[in-house]
């Protein structure tokens, strides 16, 4: 049973080591215990816990400025799971294919 971790590590109740190979799941993309994380989450604790995406907040505008100014787009949209962002990219795959003026290209294929 794990009970600590460190970067790719993970340590059992008797501390025997391991190497974490299921750590990249959404919340360890960076690690176990990673210092930059571990202080950016108690500083955000001491302020808000949640507040759901139905409200912005101070961190999500700063990191839209930071997009909009370092990458291609001029726009973002956050998602607060992978459900959400696909239909979110349906939807605007979609629009683009209304928006063309070609008649018809507002299907969507998928495959399994």
């Known amino acids: 049973i794990p009970v600590r971790g460190e970067g790719s590590r993970i340590w059992d109740q008797e501390n025997k080591e391991y190497i974490d190979f299921a750590g990249g799941i959404a919340v360890n993309a960076l690690g176990h215990a990673h210092p930059v994380a571990v202080n950016a989450l108690t500083e955000q604790a001491k302020k808000l816990w949640h507040v759901g995406n139905g ?23 956050f998602c607060n799971s992978g459900a959400e962002a696909n239909e979110a990219a349906l939807k605007l795959a979609r629009k683009v294919g209304l928006d063309s003026g070609v008649a018809g290209k507002s299907g969507i294929v998928a495959f399994n």
């Open 55 to 77: 409200y912005t907040n101070e961190p999500v505008l700063r990191l839209a400025k930071q997009l909009t100014e370092n990458t291609f787009a001029d726009k973002v949209f």
